[in-house]
Each structure stands twice: as structure tokens, then as C-alpha cells.
């Protein structure tokens, strides 16, 4: 029974916060799709291997040699955990953002890209420089692969081409149907990366069985602490292309040229795409939570976030005032992830009364989506949207929404609390005035 499952031990776990009502009470943090919390056994696992890291690829001395077998065995953990292909490159990278941008420098002469207005920023933007179509919304799964389909179907089918898909929205936490859209591509000589910031930190995400041929995540949502992430797939056009970076570690050989120039030869290996000392502890630290949460039983983990899931949804439901937003329907798959508005409010202040009122951390804004939370709240985009934008009176149009998610270390309490204190807040309305200053809200 899920709902008997304990949370992972997760850092901050027990920290207090003060009340602007008087007294104070544990953080509840329901973020987790901005920074997840990091799992306390990849902390003491980085706390225990900490002592002993060194300068990897570069020194002679015994913990040089060990931080080096550590970190090229944090690849096979990493490709394993994905369920990579043989053959696959695992390169490591500061997030997802950094990865989809290494992939964008990689891409073949002439290369289509295709991509859902929907996404991310991340997965949105490092394109412009290549020809790039933007897909309309889709408004149920199915439509998503009609819509692929008939782009790709009217592309030079000779040319190369990309499709970037998110795996779980970080605004709606919808399933997108991955491995359908990824079949599409493929039929249409196209090849797909798969952005699974939103998808790895809560599902199982297996290269092989959809058939992906990249796929990008970042440490610091996977309950890894920050600056690491992952580029991992198909070896062929990251090694053909010139390296993200140029400087050691990429470069096998460097020699003066008899014209004065000089003449470099770049590994053909991940280590291509990764020059200068790379981090070290955030490459170890992501492959200690690919091992956590393998060993924790990720099918538990799914099962008890789907608990929570509706939970939260069941609670929204009975409160009229508030709107849940969704592409694909309300009752579509989701992970633990929820945007909604909430009639009469302005969605900054509804954050920082959950905040200031309950020491409850959710995230108010566009959520670096901002085609996405438009369509969905049916705003001009002209609209600003941001904290300080005009107060919803009934029956208007909020700018901007707020967004609770959550995952392996978030008890039952943290999304009771939370479903609670929305209840209290449409009901009684603000206690204390919100007003924003140097764009912050505060009570
Ligand atoms: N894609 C999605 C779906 C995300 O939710 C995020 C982070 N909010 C990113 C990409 C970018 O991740 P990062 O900030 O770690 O680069």
C-alpha cells in the first residue's frame, strides 16, 4: 500500500521556519520541479567520498587515479540507470540546459528541428541558430503524434532533422506520449532527444524502450545536489561535431604547425564535449542518486507519488475557485507536479501566504514556459506575468500561476498541510497583506 511507504530521507528535512502568524513550523518543500531536495544517502555518500577526490585524468598520485575511476564509473552507472544502448556516450554536463545546448552546437549541416511550443525554455530556445519549427499545442496525447507527423511528413526527407520533446511537463507534470512521438520521428528519418528533466527524477526512463536517441537531465532534480547533468545517446553526432568547449581534456594532441598555427586532435570519446577539470563531486553525486533510487525501488516510488498525486488533485477538486491547468485533460497522467490559479487572487500572493502562513514552498511565476502558461491561461502574450502583475479579480485572467510539486522525500503531511492551507486561504482570504518589492513578495 503506498500510502504506508515512508519518504526517502531527504536534506532540510527537519528545518523550521518562522510564521509571519507567530511561532514556526518544518518547511514543508513542494518545489521539487524547480531543485528537488538531495537524498540524504547521496549527501553521506559525497560526505564519505569526499576526503579522497582528486583532479581526474590528470594526476599520478593514488587519488587521482581513484577520483578517475570513480568518475568514468559514474558513466556506466549513469548508462545503466537509462538503459542506455551499447555503444552510447554518457557526457557529462552542468544541467539539462547546458546538455539540450551541447546537442543544439552537435547538430549536422542543415539540420531540421522540430519542436513543441509547449516546452520548456531550455528545450524551446538553443535551436534558433538551426531551421526550427515550432509545433502548435496539442490538446491530448494523440494529437501531439498527429501534429509531429504532418510536420515532418511535409520536411526535405533527405536532410537530417531533431525532434525535442519533454518527457513530464515541469508546468502540468503530464506524460507526454515519448515513445509514440519518438516512432514518428523515426518513420520520418528524424531523430528525437528526449528532455527528461521533469521525467527522470520520477519515472524510470529507459533509452532503449523508447527508443530515444538522446536524452538530458539535471543532478540537482534527480536529489543530487547542484552543477551536474547529463547528455546521453547515439556517439555519431557528438563526435562528429567540433567540442562544446575547446581547451584540455578534450584534446588528445596539440602541436605547432610549420605555419605558425596549430593543429589539435580532439578525443573521440565523451571527454570531447567535457574540457577543463570537470566537477567531480556533481558527476559522483548524480550517479550515488541514480544508485539511490534504483536501490529504493523505483516502482514504489511511483506508486506512492502517485498517492500523493491524487491526493492533491482530489483536494483541488473540491475547492470550486480553483483551476487546474492541463493540455491533455485533468485526469491525465501526471507526475508530482500541479500548476493551477485560484479565482480572485493574484498568484504571487497566493504563494507568499502559503509561504509566509504555513511555511509552504511552491513556486508562483511562468515557470520558464511562458508559451505554455500562456496558452494554458488563455493570456495575451504580451502580458508580463510576473510577481506584481495586476491582482485576478473574479471572473478576469491571472498573468501568471502557481506550481506544487514534490517527490520521493515529500510525506504524506507536506501535501496535507498543503491542500489545507488552499482550502483556508479561498475561504477566509489573505490575513496579511502581500505587496511586492524589489520583485519579491512579502507579506
Ligand atoms: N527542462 C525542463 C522540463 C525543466 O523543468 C527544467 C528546469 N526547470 C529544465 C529543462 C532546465 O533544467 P536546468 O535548469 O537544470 O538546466
Same mark, same amino acid.
Given at each position: ?27 514543508? =518543500? *513542494? ?7 538531495? *537524498? ?8 564519505? !567520498? ?19 575511476? #570513480? ?10 540507470? #537509462?538503459?542506455?544502448?551499447? +555503444?552510447?556516450? @554518457? ?42 519549427? !515550432? ?16 510536420? *515532418? ?13 519533454? +518527457? ?17 520521428? /523515426? ?69 605547432? $604547425? ?5 593543429? @589539435? ?32 525501488? %523505483? ?6 507519488? $502517485? /498517492?500523493? @498525486? ?14 487546474? #491547468?492541463?493540455? %491533455? ?26 509561504? =509566509? ?19 494554458? #491561461? ?9 510577481? +506584481? ?5 473574479? +471572473? ?18 507536506? @501535501? ?18 502581500? $505587496? ?8
Amino acid at each position: 500500500d503506498p500510502c504506508c511507504e515512508a519518504p526517502l530521507p531527504v536534506l532540510g528535512r527537519d528545518v523550521t521556519v518562522p510564521l509571519v502568524t507567530g511561532g514556526e513550523v518544518t518547511y514543508a =518543500a *513542494l518545489d521539487y520541479a524547480a531543485s528537488a531536495p538531495a *537524498l540524504q544517502r547521496v549527501w553521506d555518500d559525497v560526505a564519505a !567520498y569526499a576526503p579522497y577526490y582528486g583532479s581526474v585524468h590528470r594526476g599520478a598520485g593514488y587519488l587521482s587515479q581513484l577520483s578517475t575511476d #570513480l568518475f568514468e564509473n559514474s558513466r556506466t552507472t549513469v548508462a545503466e540507470f #537509462l538503459d542506455c544502448r551499447p +555503444g552510447d556516450q @554518457v557526457v557529462f554536463t552542468r544541467s539539462t540546459t547546458d546538455s539540450l545546448n551541447l546537442l543544439a552546437r552537435a547538430l549536422p549541416d542543415g539540420c531540421q528541428v522540430f519542436v513543441f511550443e509547449t516546452e520548456h525554455h531550455a528545450s524551446l530556445l538553443p535551436w534558433q541558430d538551426a531551421c526550427v519549427t !515550432y509545433l502548435d499545442a496539442p490538446r491530448t496525447p494523440s494529437q501531439a503524434v498527429e501534429t509531429l507527423e504532418r510536420a *515532418l511528413a511535409d520536411r526535405d526527407p533527405y536532410g537530417p532533422a531533431l525532434v525535442c520533446v519533454t +518527457g513530464a511537463s515541469n508546468v502540468t507534470g503530464e506524460l507526454w506520449p515519448v515513445r509514440e512521438l519518438a516512432a514518428a520521428a /523515426h518513420a520520418h528519418g528524424a531523430r528525437i532527444v528526449l528532455d527528461a528533466a521533469q521525467l527522470a527524477p520520477h519515472h524510470p526512463v529507459s533509452v532503449t524502450g523508447l527508443d530515444v536517441d538522446w536524452v538530458a537531465f539535471s543532478g540537482h532534480k534527480l536529489y543530487a545536489p547542484f552543477g551536474s547533468g547529463v547528455l546521453a545517446g547515439r556517439a555519431d553526432w557528438l563526435q562528429d561535431a567540433d567540442p562544446y568547449l575547446a581547451g584540455g581534456g578534450a584534446s588528445r594532441t596539440v602541436a605547432r $604547425r610549420a605555419d605558425g598555427g596549430v593543429d @589539435v586532435e580532439w578525443h573521440t570519446t565523451a571527454a570531447r564535449h567535457e574540457a577543463g577539470s570537470p566537477n567531480v563531486i556533481g558527476v559522483y553525486a548524480i550517479a550515488a542518486a541514480c544508485k539511490a533510487l534504483t536501490d529504493a525501488g %523505483f516502482d514504489r516510488l511511483v506508486a506512492r507519488e $502517485r /498517492h500523493l @498525486v491524487e491526493k492533491v488533485r482530489t483536494g483541488l477538486a473540491g475547492v470550486p475557485q480553483v483551476k487546474v #491547468l492541463s493540455l %491533455f485533460g485533468d485526469d491525465a497522467p501526471r507526475v508530482g507536479v500541479l500548476s493551477f490559479v485560484v479565482e480572485g487572487w493574484n498568484s504571487s500572493h497566493f504563494a507568499a501566504a502559503l509561504s =509566509a502562513e504555513y511555511g509552504i514552498g511552491v513556486r508562483d511565476g511562468l515557470f520558464c514556459a511562458h508559451p505554455l502558461v500562456r496558452t494554458l #491561461l488563455g493570456s495575451d502574450p504580451q502580458d508580463v506575468g510576473a510577481c +506584481g502583475a495586476p491582482e485576478a479579480r473574479p +471572473g478576469e485572467r491571472s498573468l501568471n500561476a502557481i506550481r506544487v510539486s514534490f517527490g520521493a522525500g515529500t510525506p504524506d503531511e507536506h @501535501v496535507d498541510r498543503f491542500v489545507g492551507a488552499v482550502k483556508e486561504l479561498v475561504r477566509d482570504g489573505a490575513r496579511w497583506s502581500y $505587496r511586492t518589492e524589489d520583485g519579491r513578495c512579502v507579506p
